[in-house]
Structure formats: C-alpha cells, structure tokens
C-alpha cells in the first residue's frame, strides 16, 4: 500500500501555468501518480511520458522543476515501485546530460546568465512558445533576451529543485535494494553537500 503523504499537494499547483515539451503540464499530475501504480506497463508508460515532457531531449522547460519534489517524495517512500527508476528521472531533471567529465560540478558556472530571466519572463517565453498561437519570427524578436537563455535558467530552476532536496538523497544509499543504492550515487555526485 502506497502512503498517501507522497504526493500530498500535487493538487495545489497551478499545472496549467507551467509548460512542458508538448505544453501545458496539465498531465503531470496523473503522470506522477502512475508512477505509484501496481500494474508495471502502467508505470512504465507514465516514466516514458515524464521523461519526455520535462526532460525531452536533454531538454528542460519552464515546468520541469516542479516535478522534483513530488519525485522526491516518491523515492522516499518504500511502497513506490521501480524507486531506482525515479531516482534516475530525478537526475535526468537535475542534471541533464552531463556526464562524469563535468564533475566536479560547479551550478554557477554552468548556469551563468540565467539569473536575468525572471519567472515571469520565463512563463511569458514558455506560453508563447508552446501556446502555438505566434510563428518563430515573433518569437525572436518578442523576447531577444530570453530565447538564448531561457534552457538554462530552466536547467538552473531544475537543479535548484533536486538542490532544496539534496538532503534527503544520502538516505537512499543504504537502501536494501541495490537498484536504489546504484540509482542514488549516480544522483549524488551532483550535490556534493549532500
């Protein structure tokens, strides 16, 4: 049996004003619940689906960081199958692909810039981006200071995210499932403080 505390407050988010590869993250909700489910293809189809929304292509977007704490929550709580799968989705949103060769990791060097997009330039760029209502020339020429940068200041929101989180990574190391222990050092060595 799942623990219901897992997702506690899923559903006081504003989904809709938050914006994935393929738009508004109005599915997330029911995503991240899947990944609770007992039916194994069931899951499986909601990791696919997460994978691909708010880390699509290496790709992270202006909603990607709020799935983290919900995915935390998951890792945490024993009853959530595949925890290694979750942990890894925490990585992928974290970190991206970056790969051995960038540890040490150093989060202001590999953000620099980002912090000129606020959140609500941020939101305005996603909408009109994903909203599909405005061709690429407007685009350009409508937020010239946002559409460089706006991929890492959401790679930066993302990891500050699984950041906020780090606390509660170390724990899963001494997991009795070695799937879970692997998944979290690959986690770890991002957040060195952890």
Not at 31 to 60: C, I, K, P
Request: proline share 5%; charged share 25%; net charge negative.
């Amino acid at each position: 049996m799942n623990s219901p505390d897992a997702l506690a407050g899923i559903d006081d988010i504003d989904w809709s004003r938050l914006f994935h590869a393929y738009g508004r993250a109005t599915d997330v909700p029911d995503q991240l619940r899947a990944l609770r489910s007992d039916d194994a293809e069931a899951r499986g189809q909601a990791h696919y689906q997460l994978r691909g929304n708010v880390y699509h292509q290496g790709t992270r977007w202006q909603g990607s960081y709020a799935v983290v704490p919900f995915l935390v929550a998951l890792a945490d709580d024993p009853s959530t199958p595949a925890r290694d799968l979750v942990i890894d989705l925490i990585r992928l949103v974290a970190v991206g692909d970056r790969n051995e060769r960038d540890v040490p990791f150093d989060p202001d060097v590999a953000f620099a810039g980002a912090d000129s997009v606020t959140a609500e330039r941020s939101y305005e760029f996603a909408e009109a981006l994903c909203g599909g209502e405005r061709d690429s020339e407007d685009i350009w020429e409508e937020f010239p200071d946002v559409i460089n940068i706006a991929d890492v200041a959401w790679s930066r929101d993302a990891y500050r995210a699984a950041q906020a989180e780090a606390h509660r990574f170390g724990t899963w190391a001494a997991d009795a499932d070695p799937a879970v222990a692997e998944a979290v050092t690959k986690l770890l060595a991002w957040f060195p403080a952890a």
